[in-house]
């Protein structure tokens, strides 16, 4: 390590890297899963747009209207 600093650090940091995009991953992962689950319970029905090609939202049971992920901005 004290021969090559610069090339330990960029290890560590490439490592540190690796480590924190598998955990948004597998955290991901969980959620579609907790989703799913969730769906099925709520008996969640998919809304079409009122052009009908893009699927605008999720409308369940429980009186809400859930969003996609990606719209939650």
Known sequence: MQEQPIGSLL???FAL???ILMSLYFRVYMD???WEKFK???HCELRMSKTGTQRASWACDD???YFR???QR
Request: aromatic share 6%.
């Open 63 to 65: 009186g809400k209207t």
């Open 17 to 19: 890297l690796v480590i």
């Open 40 to 42: 099925a319970e709520h």
């Open 11 to 13: 290890t560590l940091l």
């Open 32 to 34: 579609d899963e907790r």
């Open 69 to 71: 992920w990606r719209q």
